[in-house]
């Protein structure tokens, strides 16, 4: 049964590798996309992936917990189970970080992509001024259209205020899947500790055991022995006293019917 459920983890698992393959795969068409038509059906396969992606994320939580908690009321082999849940979770924890990593590399493209449209249509613009007119097209695209239109370059000045809106939203997601995704990474790393201490636990439990039947051994053992030398010591005082006795009946005997010593001249 145990296996069973280990081979299916892996197998979900692997379908997450699997998806953020193609989120990566994703990121990279809608940066390279040219036209809105094309960025809003690469953005719904991305949002489709994602939900896809972050549901498997909990499920595979969810069984890895329920193995944790089943591995934590058992002792039979002990060291077997705690070696296929931390591959397990190694494996998923290396999943998330993946997906992490993957997700803050196409935020900073696609941020670097704005700046490089920004400084087309205003070149002495500094950085901490493109930083300022991305933060308002996250928080008041009024500001950001004022902003990017105040050039000289007017026509293209629309182009990009319309590229760096729709880029705003892929952005936005990215932060949001980031924030996820630390979320789940942490909630593992807390499941992580708490397996540990359980076999800590387990194993001390064992351990003490152990050493108490060890000991019971011994104690068994040491009354044995003392019970054998206790029979072998009634045993020596019984015959000692059939010994005395016999004694005692020869002698009544031998002077009670006055018995004469004879000596040889």
């Known amino acids: 049964m145990l296996s069973v459920k280990v081979e299916q983890l892996k197998k979900d698992i692997t379908m997450i590798d699997e998806n953020v393959d193609t989120i990566e795969q994703l990121h990279t068409q809608a940066l390279m996309s040219s036209n809105d038509?094309?960025?809003?059906?690469?953005?719904?396969?991305l949002e489709n992936m994602k939900t896809n992606t972050k549901?498997?994320?909990?499920?595979?939580?969810?069984?890895?917990?329920?193995?944790?908690?089943?591995?934590s009321r058992q002792t039979k082999d002990i060291q077997i189970r705690k070696t296929q849940f931390s591959a397990l979770k190694k494996r998923f924890m290396d999943s998330i970080k993946r997906y992490q990593d993957i997700?803050?590399?196409?935020?900073?493209?696609?941020?670097?992509?704005?700046?490089?449209?920004i400084k087309i249509v205003k070149?002495?613009?500094?950085?901490?001024?493109?930083?300022?007119?991305?933060?308002?097209?996250?928080?008041?695209?009024?500001?950001?259209?004022?902003?990017?239109?105040?050039?000289?370059?007017?026509?293209?000045?629309?182009a990009v205020m319309s590229e760096v809106q729709t880029r705003h939203d892929d952005i936005k997601e990215i932060e949001k899947t980031i924030v996820e995704l630390h979320q789940l990474f942490m909630d593992m790393?807390?499941?992580v500790e708490q397996q540990k201490e359980v076999v800590e636990q387990i194993e001390?439990?064992?351990?003490?055991?152990a050493k108490e039947l060890e000991q019971g051994t011994k104690l068994v053992a040491r009354a044995v022995k003392t019970a054998k030398a206790t029979r072998a010591k009634k045993?020596?005082?019984?015959?000692?006293?059939?010994?005395?006795?016999?004694?005692?009946?020869i002698l009544v005997w031998w002077f009670g019917f006055n018995h004469k010593v004879r000596y040889k001249e």
């Open 235 to 249: 045993w020596c005082c019984f015959f000692l006293a059939i010994g005395i006795c016999v004694m005692i009946a």
């Open 189 to 191: 790393q807390m499941m």
């Open 204 to 209: 001390q439990h064992a351990d003490t055991t």
């Open 103 to 117: 997700e803050r590399n196409y935020q900073y493209k696609y941020r670097e992509r704005i700046e490089r449209q």
């Open 37 to 45: 038509q094309q960025w809003h059906r690469l953005s719904k396969q």
């Open 55 to 71: 549901q498997r994320n909990n499920h595979v939580k969810q069984k890895l917990s329920k193995l944790d908690s089943i591995n």
């Open 123 to 158: 070149p002495e613009a500094t950085q901490e001024e493109i930083d300022d007119m991305i933060d308002a097209a996250n928080d008041d695209g009024q500001i950001f259209t004022q902003s990017i239109l105040q050039t000289s370059r007017r026509a293209h000045a629309k």
